[in-house]
């Protein structure tokens, strides 16, 4: 059973920075691609960032977050960590992590990836 936990979320004012992680389980299957997406109110849910977790290939970053956003490897818990920095109002949304077994180089779809984690909220004001 393949469970993903999200947390990091939090209130900040724009400008500031947050740091979200997601651990992906059971933790006996190590080589997941993970994806953070977002979707705000009234808007559809975006992907943000993608990586490999094995070996930390296959990154995308949308347009919306690339040069401000990081996504790298947290090899302690089976999991990926999303460094937002410089936040804007409109990083506002619930982020979400999601999961599948192999990466493609294509923009992440949500209809692409099996497992999803319950999302961690990010307000930026």
């Known amino acids: 059973h393949v469970q993903l936990v999200e947390s990091g979320g939090d209130s900040v004012q724009a400008g500031g920075s947050l740091r979200l992680s997601c651990v992906v389980s059971?933790?006996?299957?190590?080589?997941?691609?993970v994806a953070w997406f977002r979707q705000a109110p009234g808007k559809e849910r975006e992907a943000v960032a993608r990586?490999?977790?094995?070996?930390?290939?296959?990154?995308y970053y949308s347009d919306s977050v690339k040069g401000r956003c990081t996504i790298s490897l947290d090899n302690t818990k089976n999991g990926v960590f999303l460094h937002m920095n410089s936040l804007k109002p409109e990083d506002t949304a619930m982020y979400y992590c999601?999961?599948?077994?192999?990466?493609?180089?294509?923009?992440?779809?949500?209809?692409?990836?099996?497992?999803w984690g319950q999302g961690t909220q990010v307000t930026v004001s």
């Open positions: 999601a999961a599948r077994y192999y990466c493609y180089d294509t923009v992440p779809r949500e209809t692409e990836f099996p497992y």
């Open positions: 059971p933790n006996t299957y190590n080589r997941w691609c």
């Open positions: 990586m490999m977790n094995i070996d930390g290939k296959s990154t």
